[in-house]
């Protein structure tokens, strides 16, 4: 007996079509094909707060201390800079090249608690370290209250 395909057992070939995984490795491919700068960065932070203030501390390095610029506008806190790549001529190549370069910009929305005012900020080993301080009204405060007999 001879063996008969049936046009419904036929697989149909969609050149339109790919699968999931193969779209994933298809756009690892391109990001890591693409150059440097045109891949944007963003500092790692950390947000931690008190009774008192709020402090952010972000890894900036390889980063100088000009480079960085800090402003708040209606309520909000931007951090915005550069980091620029710079290619050693020496004998061979890269094999790889992780870190970003070019520019970045981190954007904080502030609570209204901040006093916006006494700001504060340091840099120092790659790290940008800022204190928003607590307005004196948002601090907690307590209170004692005696009981009458």
């Known amino acids: 007996m001879a063996n008969i395909t049936r046009r419904s057992d036929l697989a149909k070939f969609d050149p339109f079509f790919a699968s999931p995984l193969a779209l994933f490795e298809d756009m690892v491919n391109r990001f890591f094909s693409e150059p440097v700068s045109a891949r944007p960065w963003y500092p790692a932070v950390d947000i931690a707060e008190n009774e008192n203030e709020i402090v952010l501390t972000a890894d900036i390095p390889g980063v100088k201390m000009d480079d960085i610029e800090l402003k708040v506008e209606n309520g909000t806190l931007t951090i915005s800079g550069s980091r620029e790549f710079k290619k050693e001529e020496k004998e061979g190549g890269y ?42 009204v948002a601090k907690p405060k307590t209170v004692k209250i005696s009981v009458k007999k």
Do not use: M, Q, W
Request: proline share 5%; hydrophobic share 30%.
């Open 95 to 136: 094999h790889r090249i992780e870190r970003s370069y070019g520019s970045f910009h981190r954007a904080f929305t502030l609570p209204d608690t901040v006093d916006t005012e006494k700001i504060e900020a340091t840099y120092e080993d790659g790290v940008l370290r800022v204190v928003l301080p607590k307005k004196e």
